[in-house]
């Protein structure tokens, strides 16, 4: 069980919005720790998405986008493509663990 | 371009011990800070072990005094040597760069190496 809640899975159809939810708790994200996001590609590696809760990497389109309150974040997608179905999963840091921590991912299925 | 290659995984009885490799090209490994995340069959990811350029080291509880993390400079390499396996350490386990603070994330990541430990 990861320490970080995500949601096992969410659809959109092509050119629509979705959002993905990361629920943590006040060792975590409510301890004003980051949030980042990843995509993980079927069978490839994680790819850094979005890092500091709401920035994107240089290459990263800006239909993503991230945002955090409290002890959640959350992942949006904009104008869904179908390249746009992978894996998401968010990371932050925990105190009480002295580690990071993952949430247990999201699978993004494009209809 | 930075490119980290993982190597040295493998199918291995419980109790047994393997040793991962990262040759790391395109930043220097003794200057950066370093990690290993592994994921599980279908499961999510889980951080392992961390080495910063100073050479501290920090694991995971689950794998403290079990597994070592190191690295070689002069063939920018990185290493984990893993002992005591057990059945859930089955998992991808992938190099990556490691965060430089407590909010930090990890990138760039290798293509990952498979452990299987079954017997």
């Known amino acids: 069980q990861s320490v970080l809640t995500q949601p096992p899975s969410v659809s959109g159809a092509p050119g629509q919005r979705v959002t993905i939810s990361c629920t943590g708790s006040s060792s975590n994200i409510g301890a004003s720790y980051d949030v980042h996001w990843y995509q993980q590609l079927p069978g490839t590696a994680p790819k850094l998405l979005i890092y500091?809760?709401?920035n994107r990497p240089s290459g990263v389109p800006d239909r993503f986008s991230g945002s955090k309150s409290g002890t959640s974040a959350s992942l949006a997608i904009t104008g869904l493509q179908a390249e746009d179905e992978a894996d998401y999963c968010c990371?932050?840091?925990?105190?009480?663990?002295?580690?990071?921590?993952f949430g247990g991912g999201t699978k993004l299925t494009v209809l | 371009e930075v490119q980290l290659v993982e190597s040295g995984g493998g199918l291995i009885q419980p109790g047994g011990s393997l040793r991962l490799s990262c040759a790391v090209s395109g930043l220097t490994v003794s200057n950066n800070y370093m990690g290993w995340v592994r994921q599980a069959p279908g499961k999510g990811l889980e951080w392992v072990s961390v080495i910063y350029s100073g050479g501290s080291k920090h694991y995971a509880d689950f794998v403290k005094g079990r597994f070592t993390i190191s690295r070689d400079n002069s063939k920018n390499t990185l290493y984990l040597q893993m002992n005591s396996l057990r059945a859930e350490d089955t998992a991808v386990y992938y190099c990556a760069g490691a965060p430089y603070f407590n909010s930090g994330w990890f990138d760039p990541w290798g293509q990952g190496t498979l452990v299987t430990v079954s017997s």
């Open positions: 500091g809760n709401n």
């Open positions: 990371q932050s840091y925990d105190s009480s663990l002295s580690g990071w921590v």
